[in-house]
């Protein structure tokens, strides 16, 4: 079954944006398989009383039943539980309500307050390995979402063709119309054409014009809004033709070539991360080799003071933030002034998520990093605006 993961930095904006208190929000670590993902609903069910109870504790007056209706209908949704991911975020409030599907892990969390607690869908958006891979064929449009370590299909949106026959309706011509389907590899079906010459031009014609289409919809519904790089999986044949027609500043140059179709998930992750693992790579590359000359010539920093302290200012232009690490504290957002505690304290932040958040109002872009490839060991590295 496919799924809509459905985060993007508009989605996430809209989270961002003011809304009536009070705002609720849950997260949850969840699991793809069979008998794991057995335990999820009903540890969700648990962090829902602890939603409930922090709920009437904060807002004693607030009418609470309709805020938590969706959040219950949630729980009993035995469809929804059958298809999860790794991760879960579920965000609501007054005329609001969302569950995200996650593709990574998130840690078990509940928050009520006047604002929705977005941080770890913000670091999970600014995380540099994700891509996105269009697997196409005349008879099957399908999109997929991952990283290096899991691939997903996406439900496609309303206004994504997903067949030639969809796209062009009554002016497909009649090659097209008596396509029949022979075994290719592994299994999959190979459209053969009836038609010589000109009605084989005319077929060749067709599939420009349904490749276009394709093309401007995943560009307008997908490749805009996540700004990922897009791989292309598809028959030789058609990547020549696709990247004639493609406008889309986000298709990369290396694909899969080979049918979805003929795939496994696990073969389609693989193939579709050793096309894009080099530009990653070379991503983090410029950007180590940028912050380490920027930090020579006093235009960049890893103290976490002098960083908070640009951050506040609106004077970070890039900051790399390690993956999986935390530092407790308090940050001031108007000063920069950091204060370290605890980090057992429930009441304590992460302060490499605040100083994430604040970059990013100021215009700043935010990526989180492997711990491997980081260029420094304190857990943040910091490009200034010149």
């Keep these: 079954m496919s799924t809509q993961i459905g985060l993007t930095n508009e989605v996430l904006a809209g989270f961002s944006s003011d809304h009536e208190p009070p705002c609720l929000c849950l997260y949850q670590t969840t699991h793809r398989r069979h008998p794991e993902n057995q335990q999820d609903p009903i540890r969700f069910r648990n962090l829902l009383k602890e939603l409930k109870a922090s709920l009437r504790q904060k807002y004693p007056a607030a009418d609470t039943g309709p805020l938590l209706e969706p959040f219950e209908a949630l729980a009993a949704d035995a469809e929804f539980w059958n298809h999860t991911l790794d991760g879960l975020a579920v965000l609501g409030g007054r005329g609001v309500f969302r569950a995200l599907r996650l593709p990574q892990p998130v840690g078990d969390l509940v928050v009520v307050a006047d604002s929705f607690h977005v941080k770890p869908l913000r670091r999970f958006l600014q995380s540099v390995d994700r891509y996105q891979v269009l697997g196409l064929s005349l008879d099957k449009v399908r999109l997929f979402e991952g990283n290096r370590h899991a691939l997903d299909e996406l439900e496609l949106v309303e206004g994504v063709p997903r067949t030639i026959a969809d796209a062009l309706g009554r002016e497909l011509t009649e090659p097209h119309q008596t396509v029949s389907s022979h075994g290719g590899v592994g299994g999959a079906s190979t459209p ?14 067709d599939a420009r014009r349904f490749f276009r289409a394709v093309d401007r919809a995943v560009l307008e519904h997908y490749s805009k809004p996540s700004g990922l790089p897009l791989i292309l999986a598809a028959l030789p044949e058609h990547h020549h033709l696709f ?6 500043p986000h298709l990369i140059d290396e694909g899969v070539r080979s049918s979805p179709g003929s ?14 693992e080099p530009r990653y790579q070379a991503r983090l590359a410029a950007l180590c080799e940028e912050f380490d000359h920027a930090r020579s010539t006093s235009v960049g920093s890893d103290n976490l003071a002098q960083v908070a302290e640009a951050s506040s200012s609106g004077r970070v232009e890039t900051l790399l933030i390690e993956a999986d690490r935390q530092i407790a504290g308090r940050l001031e957002g108007a000063t920069g002034r950091v204060e370290l505690a605890n980090l057992n304290d429930p009441h304590i932040d992460d302060l490499l998520d605040d100083l994430g958040e604040l970059v990013a109002q100021k215009g700043g872009t935010v990526l989180v990093i492997p711990s491997e490839q980081m260029p420094s060991r304190t857990g943040l590295a910091a490009i200034y605006r010149h």
Excluded: I
């Excluded at 053969?192 to 014609?205: F, N, Q, S, T």
């Excluded at 073969?267 to 096309?275: D, F, I, P, S, V």
């Design 263 to 276: 795939l496994s998930a696990d073969q389609l992750r693989a193939l579709a991360w050793q096309a894009v």
């Design 192 to 205: 053969m054409h009836h038609g010589h010459g000109g009605k084989a031009d005319e077929a060749d014609l």
């Design 243 to 248: 990247r004639e027609v493609s406008q889309n």
